[in-house]
């Protein structure tokens, strides 16, 4: 399995931008779809954004959809969530996560490994 730590969290005022980083190790990260998920105080985890192995197509949850932008570079193995325009809704623990190519990319089950989650706090 391939080991996620996540990074750049913090606490923005709303309508400000954050960039979430993921570093992978122990394996390859172009045998992986990487994918953010996010976790309300109170709520079910939920799906973000992901990205193919070769860094496209990208797919986003429609709450997210044209304020959030998923990257990756694999070489240096990482990928990154931008996000933009943020709302106080935004706020949650958000997690990095990685699969194979098996399964939907929308369900927190088809994927293997999960970092430890970086907080992100939006001030109204």
């Known amino acids: 399995q391939v080991q996620l730590v996540e990074s750049g969290g913090g606490t923005v005022q709303e309508g400000g931008s954050l960039r979430l980083s993921c570093a992978a190790s122990g394996r390859t990260l172009t045998s992986y779809v990487m994918g953010w998920f996010r976790q309300a105080p109170g709520k079910e985890r939920e799906f973000v954004a992901a990205i193919l192995r070769g860094g496209k197509p990208t797919y986003y949850a429609d709450s997210v959809k044209g304020r959030f932008a998923i990257s990756r570079d694999n070489l240096k193995s990482t990928v990154d969530l931008r996000l933009d325009a943020l709302k106080p809704e935004d706020t949650a623990v958000y997690y990095c996560?990685?699969?194979?190519?098996?399964?939907?990319?929308?369900?927190?089950?088809?994927?293997?490994?999960w970092g430890q989650g970086t907080h992100v706090t939006v001030s109204s």
């Open positions: 996560a990685a699969k194979k190519d098996v399964g939907s990319i929308y369900y927190i089950s088809n994927y293997d490994s």
